[in-house]
């Protein structure tokens, strides 16, 4: 599907978007500093794609999400919904972008409100667009969209406290998809669940994306789910997009060196297998300072005095691959 | 391992076990409902015992409480006036329980309109960042002067003891109290998930103070209400005690002890019985908002 509409305007792009969060300091609480939490990602999501954005704790992948979902004001850079701009887009004027997308949160506890009933909930966005203004049509709509990400129509008048994470987690899909959105955000939707109730909201996120041609942002911190459903994958480190590329090249043929030494981290099933790891030293710089030049290198095995010098651009380093770094073909020992 | 039973069908005739724990009673909701909150249950009680004796004031005064009789001042207590007279011959008890009316209309008057008005402030000083800092401003600046000091400034202003004009001097000095209470709340319910998925929907500003913000703030400030309730019948009747609220044509638990004050020491009768009433309700109604505040937060419960 990616191939065929790929030389199309892609649905959702992002231009070296930025994002700095101020950091008040003194009597006066006056900005003494920024930290740098996005500086400079750019990616484009086709029509029914899933790119996934995958990184440590603090690496500004959920921050990404919420700049793509408007939740958070750009700094800096450009971000378009099919070809139009949506960045500096008052929240009045950017209405009929907000059907068009939608975003799962982590947590399914915190994100429906707890004196709503199922039905309040997941008829949110119809109300809020005025889709469907009958009650009657509504309801029969709340009813459908349960029945999408399965759950029994007649828990509509139930409150949310009555289910658990995973079917909280389904509720929070149905009124994501209640707009009929074309693309939708997943922020660690999945990872405040328990490994069997996983798999099944995976499952049930693949299959809406194949029934309904959904576009999707895939955050993640799991590249086990990472590499089950995405397309395509971004990792990233401190703010920046480290390496981009189909699944299969990334998973088979990293060329990062971060990326080469989180595939490394993954556990492999089979306990007599042997791998070389790559083990990194220090922890991740703090985002208020980050290093000069490339971002990795304080940490990187490979680093010269290139790379605290010039920054790497991502870059195209085989077809489908793009890379920021300098040496990405070097092997790491 | 003792010898097992080979034939299971043994088990079948084996009388059924005898009960060991005893089985609660059950109670009725309303009895189960006092038992754990008897200081709102106490407090509702008193306070209907005050409402009901404003509402037929006629009825329970044996006498017109305006009604002047020069031949009968400063009498003691007696089977036709049972708390006695005051300086001008009027009935005490038939102006004590008058007197409940305007507390009554003064507490609720106050507490409804400073909750309201107070809230709409805090939602605004919660929602918009900018006008947060100006607002929040002003009010610390109405808080730095004690209630009763503005209310008199105010009555003063208005030149006139009306009960309006008493409930407007009182709520504005309440009003900043309820604003702080309600922008605490709104900042603390706006960075939940479920308002960054309501904005995620398109759901208006309006809307996200409708269905997510107001729901989940109006909890305390329910019960910031009795407080203020209570604090607004007091402050009613120190102003008509110190002759800055109402007249004494309108009788007031404040202007019929300020009438006694002068002979207190000979006929403490006068002060007491107001004093006793005044005091009684402002229990009640604290009561209820301590009882409200632990049904509806029970973690702040046992602490005081």
């Known amino acids: 599907m990616r191939d065929m509409t790929q030389d199309t305007t892609p649905l959702v792009e992002a231009r070296d978007l930025r994002k700095y969060f101020p950091i008040s300091g003194g009597v006066l609480g006056r900005t003494v500093n920024h930290v740098k939490a996005v500086d400079g990602v750019s990616f484009a999501v086709q029509r029914g794609e899933t790119l996934s954005l995958v990184g440590e704790s603090g690496c500004g992948k959920s921050t990404v999400g919420r700049c793509v979902a408007r939740l958070l004001d750009l700094t800096s850079g450009e971000l378009l919904l099919e070809g139009e701009r949506i960045d500096g887009l008052p929240e009045s004027r950017l209405k009929p ?6 975003i799962v949160f982590q947590d399914p506890f915190s994100s429906l409100n707890p004196r709503m009933n199922v039905e309040a909930l997941v008829s949110e966005p119809l109300r809020s667009h005025g889709i469907l203004t009958n009650r009657a049509a509504r309801k029969a709509r709340v009813a459908g969209l349960l029945e999408t990400v399965g759950l029994a129509p007649d828990t509509m008048d139930r409150m949310p406290h009555q289910f658990s994470g995973g079917q909280r987690q389904r509720i929070c899909i149905a009124r994501a998809l209640a707009s009929e959105p074309e693309f939708i955000i997943c922020d660690e939707a999945v990872s405040a669940l328990d490994v069997s109730v996983q798999a099944q909201i995976i499952n049930l996120l693949m299959r809406l994306q194949r029934d309904l041609g959904l576009a999707m942002l895939f955050i993640s911190h799991d590249l086990a789910v990472v590499e089950h459903l995405s397309d395509r994958v971004a990792v990233m480190y401190l703010g920046r997009i480290m390496e981009l590329a189909d699944r299969d090249t990334l998973f088979s043929r990293p060329c990062h060196p971060y990326t080469k030494a989180l595939l490394s981290a993954v556990p492999l099933p089979d306990p007599t297998a042997r791998r070389d790891r790559v083990i990194l030293k220090g922890d991740v710089p703090s985002p208020i300072d980050p290093p000069s030049g490339c971002p990795f290198r304080t940490r990187c095995p490979i680093a010269t005095d290139r790379c605290a010098q010039d920054r790497p651009e991502l870059v195209e380093n085989a077809p489908g691959q793009h890379v920021a770094c300098h040496y990405p073909d070097a092997a790491i020992a | 391992m003792t010898d097992f039973p080979d034939d299971p069908h043994k088990f079948a005739a084996a009388k059924p076990m005898p009960a060991i724990l005893a089985v609660p009673p059950q109670r009725s909701a309303l009895l189960r ?30 006498q017109d409480p305006a009604a002047l009789n020069p031949a009968q001042r400063v009498r003691p207590p007696s089977a036709e006036a049972l708390f006695g007279t005051d300086m001008l011959g009027r009935d005490i008890f038939s102006r004590c329980v008058y007197g409940a009316r305007v507390s009554l209309i003064v507490g609720l008057g106050v507490a409804l309109l400073a909750s309201a008005v107070g809230m709409v402030i805090g939602l605004v000083a919660g929602f918009t960042r900018w006008a947060d800092g100006i607002i929040m401003r002003v009010m610390d600046g109405m808080m730095s002067i004690p209630a009763i000091l503005l209310a008199i400034a105010l009555m003063t202003l208005m030149r006139g003891g009306s009960i309006f004009n008493v409930i407007l001097a009182i709520t504005l000095a309440e009003i900043p109290r309820v604003a702080r209470l309600t922008r605490s709340a709104v900042l603390s319910v706006r960075e939940l998930a479920y308002v960054e998925a309501a904005v995620a929907c398109g759901t208006s500003r309006l809307g996200i103070i409708r269905q997510h913000i107001l729901p989940n703030t109006l909890a305390p400030i329910t019960v910031q209400a009795t407080y ?3 604090s607004a019948m007091i402050t009613e009747a120190i102003l008509s005690f110190i002759g800055a609220g109402l007249p004494t044509s309108i009788p007031s638990w404040g202007n019929i002890m300020a009438e006694g004050r002068a002979l207190w020491q000979v006929k403490p009768n006068i002060v007491f019985f107001p004093a006793i009433f005044l005091s009684l309700t402002v229990l009640a109604v604290n009561l209820l908002g301590d009882g409200l505040r632990d049904a509806v937060d029970p973690r702040l419960a046992k602490r005081v």
């Open chain 2, 228 to 230: 203020i309730c209570a």
């Open chain 2, 33 to 62: 409902s006092i038992r754990r909150h008897p200081t709102m249950w106490l407090g509702g009680i008193l306070l209907g015992a005050v409402v009901l004796m404003a509402v037929f004031a006629p009825l329970i005064a044996n």
């Open chain 1, 97 to 102: 972008f907000r059907r068009r997308l939608n």
